[in-house]
């Protein structure tokens, strides 16, 4: 009986060592813990009010990072131009909400007019950086912060030399539209 106690005993500081207490195992404390609270990007939902009258489209939107040593890079690789124009640049802002209320954005981030060639009504491939997530304070680790990140197209600069500029942006969610 004793014997089974002292294996117990043995077997339980070897696991506390070795899976509980990670600097006792030799991983450093920066692995163990989280970088950034949770959360989500896309393209700026088709639920929102005003989304249809948005003239160019994300198509597709990803991220990551290369390194451990890299930042958590946003890149826009598709847009969609619709309409009748040329465009040269766009701007793109990317609305912050906390998941808690998606109809209020806690933040917004801007790049500055970026140059394109997108012809009229067609699609083109891109790589453009929107943002860098390390450089976002407030997607910091917070424990059960939870938040939702969506891009748009917010100012478009057309060969003819016209400016549409988004005024009206983040719209609210239409549950009507929510799928």
């Known amino acids: 009986m004793?014997?089974?106690a002292l294996?117990?005993?043995v077997t339980l500081t070897a696991f506390y060592a070795l899976v509980l207490n990670p600097l006792v195992a030799g991983v450093s404390q920066s692995q163990t813990t989280?970088?950034?609270?949770r959360f989500s990007y896309s393209s700026y939902s088709e639920a929102r009010t005003g989304y249809e009258t948005l003239p160019v489209q994300i198509l597709?939107?990803?991220?990551?990072?290369?390194?451990?040593?890299e930042k958590l890079k946003i890149r826009v690789s598709l847009l969609r131009n619709k309409?009748?124009?040329?465009?040269r640049a766009v701007k793109f802002k990317t609305f912050i909400f906390n998941r808690k209320d998606l109809?209020?954005?806690v933040e917004t981030v801007h790049t500055p007019v970026i140059a394109v060639d997108v012809p009229a009504l067609t699609q083109r491939e891109c790589d453009i950086l929107i943002l860098y997530a390390d450089d976002i304070?407030?997607?910091?680790?917070?424990p059960g912060e939870e938040y939702s990140l969506e891009t748009a197209v917010t100012e478009v600069h057309y060969d003819d030399g016209s400016i549409w500029e988004a005024k009206?942006?983040?719209?609210k969610l239409d549950p009507s539209k929510m799928r």
Request: without cysteine.
């Open 2 to 4: 004793r014997l089974l």
């Open 7 to 9: 294996r117990f005993i």
């Open 34 to 37: 989280y970088k950034y609270s």
């Open 60 to 69: 597709r939107l990803g991220g990551g990072k290369l390194g451990p040593n």
């Open 83 to 87: 309409t009748e124009k040329n465009i």
């Open 103 to 105: 109809n209020e954005a």
């Open 137 to 142: 304070p407030l997607l910091a680790y917070k």
């Open 168 to 171: 009206e942006l983040p719209g």
